[in-house]
T-cell receptor, first 113, second 112 residues
């Protein structure tokens, strides 16, 4: 049972434009959400997170939006740069659940020059 | 600050053989995780340690997988005997506080 879903396996965006990656979850106990970025042959690296008490968190070019009623979050990258080409994973955690992370399947983002 | 170290980076074995992976987490990070990432999927938690005690191993196939974290620092994950479906990247992660986990580069296992 896939509790965290990223329905787009891949996304291609022109350099300088906005990239929007989406993530849906089913478990209402999740109260903390993270985005990780993964380059080939490397481990995932933490990018940005959001608590369920917020609906937006911004860090430079990266903004995460959370819609709790829809159980949906999205990552916006503006402007997109070639170095942003990677696989992005959405992950969710229940603070009271021993800090376990449940990951989505990932979205491969390609930024075209 | 040094990151999470894992070795080996790549391993090819035949089915029914055994294999072991090693992880050295970031100094002071008490919580350690092992994940399995099959191609095209997200990482899936296998086992979580707090210091040298197991917190959660509900997803660990205990008939063939084992893990230990002696002295609450380094950890090893073993598979014996390996099956074809064990082909995956095995990721080690650690956490100091909060929710963010820090990952190592992983070990890519190919079982033939």
């Amino acid at each position: 049972d896939q509790q965290v879903k990223q329905n787009s396996p891949s996304l291609s965006v022109q350099e300088g434009r906005i990239s929007i990656l989406n993530c849906d979850y089913t478990n209402s106990m999740f109260d903390y959400f993270l985005w990780y970025k993964k380059y080939p042959a490397e481990g995932p690296t933490f990018l940005i997170s959001i608590s369920s008490i917020k609906d937006k968190n911004e860090d430079g070019r990266f903004t995460v939006f959370l819609n709790k009623s829809a159980k949906h979050l999205s990552l916006h990258i503006v402007p997109s740069q070639p170095g942003d080409s990677a696989v992005y994973f959405c992950a969710a955690s229940a603070i009271q659940g021993a800090q376990k992370l449940v990951f989505g399947q990932g979205t491969r983002l390609t930024i075209n020059p | 600050e040094a990151g999470v170290a894992q070795s080996p980076r790549y391993k090819i074995i035949e089915k029914r053989q055994s294999v072991a992976f090693w992880c050295n987490p970031i100094s002071g990070h008490a919580t350690l995780y092992w994940y399995q990432q099959i191609l095209g999927q997200g990482p899936k938690l296998l086992i979580q340690f707090q210091n040298n005690g197991v917190v959660d191993d509900s997803q660990l196939p205990k008939d063939r997988f084992s893990a230990e974290r002696l002295k609450g620092v380094d950890s090893t994950l073993k598979i014996q005997p390996a099956k074809l479906e064990d082909s995956a990247v095995y990721l080690c992660a650690c956490r100091l506080a909060g929710t963010v986990q820090y990952f190592g580069p992983g070990t890519r296992l190919t079982v033939t």
